[in-house]
């Protein structure tokens, strides 16, 4: 069974930053396209950025310029720098293959942005 496990969030002052790492067991894991997504209350789950097995990425609109995701194949991690943050990238943030596979969902961290 595929594990992923999130780490790094917690509350953070509006304009402050923070890293979220993700750890993965149980896949090949540099083949794949790998996001990281986030789900706010009252809000559907969205994706904030993606990067593929050759380091390209994407970035929501809404975070672009801000956040930057990264991978280390050898250590099976992806990890999320958050800079500027604003009140509303308040959310649990997860990590996931892009697509993701839905029985892959760990528990996410949880990320507060409040001054």
């Known amino acids: 069974q595929v594990q992923l496990v999130e780490s790094g969030g917690g509350l953070v002052q509006p304009g402050g930053s923070l890293r979220l790492s993700c750890a993965a067991s149980?896949?090949?894991?540099?083949?794949?396209?790998m996001g990281w997504y986030r789900q706010a209350p009252g809000k559907q789950r969205e994706v904030v950025a993606v990067?593929?097995?050759?380091?390209?990425?994407n970035y929501a609109d809404s975070v672009k310029g801000r956040f930057t995701i990264s991978r280390d194949n050898a250590k099976k991690t992806v990890t999320l720098q958050m800079n500027s943050l604003k009140a509303e990238d308040t959310a649990v943030y997860y990590c996931?293959?892009?697509?993701?596979?839905?029985?892959?969902w760990g528990q996410g961290t949880q990320v507060t942005v409040s001054s």
């Open positions: 149980g896949t090949i894991f540099s083949i794949y396209t």
């Open positions: 990067i593929a097995s050759d380091g390209s990425t």
């Open positions: 996931n293959r892009a697509p993701p596979i839905i029985r892959d």
